[in-house]
């Protein structure tokens, strides 16, 4: 029996409440507050939106809906209307005594689907938007540049960027490798076969693409020879979706040529669908708001083709493991369980050890010539310091003006201080202007960058690494950045109407929300001393996530820390064990029927065999509880460095952006300072030192999931919430 689902049915906390029971000339009203969709056989009629259980949010024109017909009464007795249109032809009874159709023709705008028996009637309320977005994350970015061709589809005009929709095949042959199939219906010498749930089917895939929210999205899923439909599922699928995430963080402003990829052989050869979008890849959009967007519009389409869902897995690497981390807090429901590799939390935390980075190069190549390599490493606390230069060299210029800027935006429409003070700024912050605003002064977006009263080397110091001198040296010349990105002699200094959106909007993971009721497994592929140099993909990040769990939650029962090195045996072996592990997480959890709360079963419906766990070979995983620092023979094999500013004394969960401060107090450093090297100090730090044991200036709990911030290309909706910090604005509507 199919469940009618778009994922996880406790995943879409106000999906229900557009659920109403109407008047009807057979049945005096009835007004209740329903906290859930009614089962399917109860007592009651309902509309249940499945191809997005927000049936305020559907795009498209078209939506997938259930009608759940009460005890009594027989699908046949069912006559469903939209708008007053008889569209009961459209559905088709299903195994459980539910109705299943999709309902086509909606207008943008509000739409009322009205389902009658002879004793009942139920009304559902659908608001359609246009396919090219917004949807809820505001206005759209402009100029946008179109790269349709890139994908094999027609050249696209801006601001919208669409294209019609192809459909194409591929097979995968003997040698595993993907090749294109003209004839869906032709079976090559060399075709491999797959098997699904248990039945050898052959590895041909119907590929789809076309543009969604102004993005080039594209499908992929094992055929069967025949068109899907969402009421005749493809044979070949197993009824799962595998939705992906590409890595990076950029300004935007172009479509892109990559999505998160969905030729897998991984995911297909087992009969998961995948999906995934240009702007599910970081580096076309750094702004994890319009990634779930595009992630839910995409998905709704997938379930409108191909029908219900049973769930979602989110997966992908580095800013592929930012959105997941993301969108499960702040939009849940949209993925089910994730598997973020090669993790950071989020774009905002992640973004004080770049920009450190660049300033630790400027100072080691300048006025810190004379620190030796050994020194370098204890300041920046990496367990290599080409971890640092790496920053500077990849991410650094993602700061600046124009340095990150991609080569589909011309450079005539590039931003000059001098010729073209209006153009277009390729500083990431430009993604998420929607939240955190525009600095009237500059025209750049606000910044949450923030290095005041930050003490360089402070471990070092203690440590004995390096002298009372080279502190004061350090954190005398280290300096900051300007809002162009350029270096400054003064320490940089965050805006506070951006810390305030976004602590409050969940842009820095705040993990409080959708994530407390998420199963992650943390692929960390081991990069910090795989001989590689130069990678920016410390393990320290998967625990600082992990820390925010145990503070805020009191738990980090949901998350499971796998490592492993970065070889093809063992990453393949890691792959195959970390997504047949969520998929038998998330298949418990949807068949708990207890009465506990959801946040209680994704702990206790952990699979026996999964934990915290590291490959020593490809096929010696060792099981035991993973922490910073490492311990046992997983802590030998894979040691847990540090960053800058945990360093400078920040705590693992690295939750201030921007530090209070406390006076500065050198007899408390318990070394000897000479007169010179104490003025320096107080030059250094005017109004203080960073007190850690504070929260950080802003900080608050996220307003709400399921922010929006409007439909509308042209504004944002209000309106805001009352700031907690003088001079700060607020940012989302929430839709609970």
């Known amino acids: 029996m199919r469940r009618a689902t778009w994922g996880r049915p406790w995943a879409w906390l106000a999906a229900a409440s557009a659920i109403a029971v109407v008047a009807s000339p057979l049945v005096p009203a009835v007004a209740q507050a329903a906290s859930a969709a009614p089962a399917a056989g109860s007592g009651r009629l309902a509309l249940v939106s499945v191809s997005n259980p927000r049936p305020e949010l559907v795009s498209g024109g078209e939506v997938l809906i259930q009608v759940q017909v009460p005890r009594g009464s027989r699908a046949s007795d069912v006559r469903v209307t939209a708008d007053g249109t008889n569209v009961t032809h459209s559905f088709q009874a299903e195994p459980d005594g539910s109705l299943l159709g999709l309902v086509t023709g909606l207008r943008v705008g509000r739409n009322v689907l009205v389902a009658r028996t002879r004793s009942q009637a139920a009304a559902l309320t659908v608001t359609d938007h246009a396919i090219t977005g917004p949807v809820f994350s505001g206005k759209q970015q402009l100029p946008f540049f179109c790269e349709t061709p890139a994908f094999g589809l027609a050249a696209a005009t801006m601001p919208d960027c669409s294209a019609p929709t192809v459909v194409s095949y591929d097979y995968v042959n003997t040698a595993g490798n993907f090749v294109a199939l ?22 041909i895939v119907r590929v789809e693409t076309g543009t969604i929210d102004r993005a080039v999205y594209q499908t992929a899923a094992l055929s069967d020879g025949q068109s899907p439909t969402p009421l005749r599922p493809d044979t070949a699928w197993n009824g799962k979706l595998v939705y992906t995430f590409g890595g990076g963080c950029d300004a935007g402003f172009h479509q892109g040529t990559a999505t998160g990829g969905v030729l897998n052989s991984l995911f297909l050869g087992q009969g998961y669908a995948v999906a995934s979008s240009t702007l599910n890849v970081l580096d076309n959009n750094c702004s994890t708001i319009i990634s779930a967007e595009a992630a839910m519009m995409v998905k709704e389409h997938f379930i409108d083709t191909y029908g219900p869902v049973k769930f979602t897995i989110g997966e992908g690497g580095s800013g592929g493991a930012i959105q997941q981390y993301e969108i499960a807090d702040s939009y849940p429901g949209i993925v089910d369980g994730i598997i973020p590799a090669i993790s950071f939390p989020d774009p905002l935390t992640t973004g004080g050890p770049v920009t450190d980075c660049r300033l630790l190069d400027q100072f080691f190549a300048g006025a810190g010539s004379a620190f030796t390599a050994a020194q370098q490493k204890a300041i920046a606390g990496y367990n290599d310091y080409t971890t640092c230069k790496s920053w500077d060299v990849t991410f650094s210029n993602r700061a600046t003006a124009t340095g990150s800027c991609n080569s589909a935006i011309p450079v005539a429409d590039r931003w000059n201080a001098t010729t073209n003070p209006h153009g277009v700024i390729c500083n990431s912050n430009e993604q998420i202007v929607n939240q955190v605003g525009t600095d009237p002064k500059t025209g750049f977006p606000n910044s949450v960058l923030d290095n005041t009263g930050v003490q360089y080397g402070l471990a070092a110091l203690k440590s004995g690494a390096i002298t009372p001198a080279q502190f004061a040296l350090l954190n005398a010349d280290i300096g900051g950045l300007d809002f162009t990105g350029a270096p400054s002699a003064a320490r940089t200094d965050a805006s ?26 943390d692929a960390r592929d081991d990069l910090d001393l795989a001989g590689l140099g130069n990678d920016i993909h410390t393990t320290d990040w998967s625990f600082i996530m992990r820390a925010r769990l145990q503070q805020f939650n009191g738990t980090d029962g949901n998350q499971v820390i796998i490592e492993n090195q970065p070889t093809a045996a063992e990453t393949a072996a890691a792959s195959q064990y970390e997504l047949s592990e969520m998929d038998a997480w998330l298949t418990a959890i949807g068949s708990d029927h207890s009465g506990q709360s959801l946040r209680q079963k994704v702990v206790r419906d952990r699979p026996g065999s999964l934990s915290d766990g590291c490959y020593l070979s490809a096929t010696n995983l060792v099981h035991q509880t993973l922490t910073d620092p490492g311990t046992g023979a997983c802590g030998a094999a894979y040691p847990v460095a540090t960053n800058p500013r945990l360093v400078a004394g920040e705590g693992l969960t690295m939750t201030a952006l921007k530090c209070n401060l406390q006076p500065l107090n050198l007899a408390s450093y318990g070394v000897t300072f000479t007169a010179a090297e104490k003025t320096q100090l107080e030059q250094a730090f005017p109004s203080g030192v960073c007190n850690y044991r504070q929260a950080g200036v802003g900080f608050r709990k996220p307003i709400a999931p399921w922010l929006s911030y409007g439909a509308s290309a042209t504004s944002v909706t209000g309106p805001f919430p009352l700031p907690p910090v003088p001079g700060s604005a607020g940012s989302g509507v929430p839709l609970l």
């Open 496 to 521: 506070l109407r951006a810390l305030n959106a976004v602590y409050a909007d969940d842009l820095y993971n705040g993990v409080t929300q959708g994530l407390r009721t998420t199963p992650v497994i």
């Open 182 to 203: 003209a004839d869906p219906a032709s079976r090559p010498a060399d075709l491999a076969t797959a098997t699904v749930n248990g039945k050898t089917v052959p590895f």
